[in-house]
Nanobody, 116 residues
């Protein structure tokens, strides 16, 4: 049974930091591209960060570049998103996504709220 379970969301003040984690099981994690998406209130889901299966390549949305860092551990089957200098516009439900040709899996999401 495929599972992607996110954790680490919560309420944080502007300028603060959070670290999201996603634990994967039920598939061969190391061959999947991993992504973090988010969906803010009244907004469409957007791609935030991508990491290649080996971890050697990473890409970010312009809105989070230099503030967010995606990483993965192919032994522990986890992917993380370190979020620094958070802004109110980062408020969203954050989703973990695994992609390979012909297959795609989603987590249930974790809420991040940035507010004073």
């Amino acid at each position: 049974q495929v599972q992607l379970v996110e954790s680490g969301g919560g309420l944080v003040q502007p300028g603060g930091s959070l670290r999201l984690s996603c634990a994967a099981s039920g598939f061969t994690f190391s061959i999947y591209l991993m992504r973090w998406y988010r969906q803010g209130p009244g907004k469409e889901r957007e791609l935030v960060a991508t990491i290649s299966n080996s971890g050697g390549s990473r890409n970010y949305a312009d809105s989070v570049k230099d503030r967010f860092t995606i990483s993965r551990d192919n032994v522990k089957n986890t992917v993380s998103l370190q979020m620094n200098n958070l802004k109110p516009e980062d408020t969203a439900v954050y989703y973990c996504n695994a992609w390979n040709i012909g297959r795609e899996y989603w987590g249930q999401g974790t809420q991040v709220t940035v507010s004073s």
